[in-house]
């Protein structure tokens, strides 16, 4: 139980040698996986291990298949950073979440949520700026002396070699570290918050060259008419 409430993310293997015949229904209500009877086998073990890890990856998978599709559907560009900030909160199971903006030096709170109070985001942006900004991969930053923020993480999100922002992700009230499974989900979220700020992109574009057209479209009218 301890477990589970510790890091829901994590199988949990009962060994059993006390012969109760009602111990691995009792032991699977509480939040248990699978089972093993002493003695143990080898081959039973890895078999029962291989189950849990798949067991752990196809939840985390469905997470992610889910997040995915509510981004998908349908959602208009300039929403989908809200949306993705929400969805991460909840795959993540973090206190807060937010994609702050960097200009040159500078980092702003952009779309946020979770976070109970506002100067736990400002805390957060304080310790991402020690974040590499060159690094591709989700950092797990250590505890900071001080700090109300108990686990924090963070990915830089890069365009076209330039560097448009910061998606972290905090726990302050859950006392449990983020880990390497949730790193790799963050991941997913940073990929999709790219796509989302280049689409976006391609359609202020888009739109720009449209009025341009249109406005070539009327000067060549109104030529005409002279």
Do not use: W
Request: proline share 5%.
């Amino acid at each position: 139980r301890v477990a589970r409430e510790l890091s829901p993310d994590t199988e949990v293997v009962v060994v059993l040698d006390d012969g109760r015949e009602d111990a691995p229904v009792e032991h699977v209500r509480l939040g248990a996986c699978d089972f093993l009877h002493q003695p143990l086998r080898d081959v039973e073990l890895q078999t029962v291990v291989q189950r849990a890890l798949e067991r752990r990856t196809e939840r985390t998978s469905n997470a992610i298949y889910r997040a995915s599709h509510a981004i998908l559907a349908g959602t208009k560009p300039d929403q989908l950073p809200r949306v993705i900030v929400n969805l991460a909160a909840d795959v993540l199971e973090a206190d807060g979440v937010a994609f702050f903006r960097v200009t040159g030096e500078r980092i702003e709170i952009g779309e946020k949520t979770g976070f109970a109070r506002e100067e736990l985001a400002v805390e957060l942006a304080s310790i991402i700026d020690r974040v590499p900004r060159d690094t591709s991969s989700p950092v797990l930053l250590p505890d900071q002396e001080g700090s109300r923020i108990r686990s924090e993480m963070a990915l830089p999100i890069v365009i076209d070699s330039h560097l448009a922002g910061m998606l972290a992700a905090s726990r302050s009230a859950d006392p449990r570290p983020f880990r390497r499974g949730d790193a790799e989900r963050m991941s997913v979220f940073a990929s999709q918050l790219r796509l989302a700020i280049e689409n976006a992109r391609l359609i202020e574009k888009t739109v720009a060259t449209e009025r341009l057209a249109a406005v070539g479209e009327l000067a060549a009218g109104v030529a005409h008419e002279i």
